[in-house]
C-alpha cells in the first residue's frame, strides 16, 4: 500500500477478528516505531509487546478509553523517558506504527494517555518511565477504510502562504 493510501483510507479499529497476526508482520509494526525519527535522535520510548490474553484483558480494564483492547491479538504499551520531545517523538512512532499495521490489514487504535500508572505495574515498567498510550492490533472485524472520512474541507484547514489566504 502506498503511504498516502494509508494516511487516506486509515481508520480506527475497535473490533477485531479472533485470528492471530503473525510474528513477522508484528516485528515490522515494531520496527517501524523502532526506525522514526525522533529529536536529537534521542529515541525516547520503549515498546511492550502484549500477546497474552490474560494481560491484554487486563490492559482492556485499565484503560477507560480501550476496554476493546481485551479482544485484540496484540497490543503495545508505548512507555517514554520524561523529556521535552518524548510526547512529539512517540506520537509519530505511534503513527508509524499504525499506518504499518493497516498497509498490513491490521487495524488499532490510540487507547489512553496519562493516568496508566496501574499498566506500569501490570508490565513492570521502571518508575522513571510515563505510559503514553496503548496500542491494541488486530484484524478488523468490519469491512473499513474505503478512504470515507468525515474530515473539514482542506480550504479550513490549510491557508498558503499566511494564515486565511486560500490554499489552492
Do not use: C
Amino acid at each position: 500500500m502506498e503511504v498516502f493510501d494509508a494516511v487516506r483510507t486509515v481508520l480506527a479499529v475497535r473490533k477485531y477478528q479472533d485470528k492471530h497476526v503473525p510474528p513477522e508482520v508484528v516485528e515490522r509494526i515494531v520496527q517501524a516505531g523502532r526506525l522514526t525519527a525522533s529529536a536529537s535522535n534521542r529515541q525516547p520510548w520503549h515498546f511492550i509487546v502484549v500477546e497474552d490474553k490474560e494481560s491484554l484483558h487486563r490492559l482492556g480494564e485499565l484503560a477507560r478509553t480501550g476496554p476493546y483492547t481485551a479482544g485484540a491479538a496484540f497490543a503495545v504499551v508505548v512507555a517514554i523517558e520524561r523529556t521535552p520531545f518524548a510526547v512529539s517523538d512517540a506520537s509519530r512512532a505511534i503513527q508509524s506504527m499504525i499506518l504499518t499495521a493497516w498497509s498490513e490489514g491490521v487495524g488499532s487504535n490510540w487507547v489512553g494517555f496519562s493516568g496508566l500508572d496501574d499498566v506500569k505495574k501490570l508490565l513492570q515498567i521502571p518508575a522513571e518511565l510515563d505510559v503514553l498510550a496503548i496500542l491494541p492490533f488486530g484484524y478488523p472485524i468490519d469491512e473499513i477504510g474505503a478512504g470515507k472520512k468525515n474530515r473539514k474541507p482542506l480550504a479550513e484547514v490549510a491557508s498558503k502562504e499566511r494564515f486565511g489566504q486560500a490554499f489552492g
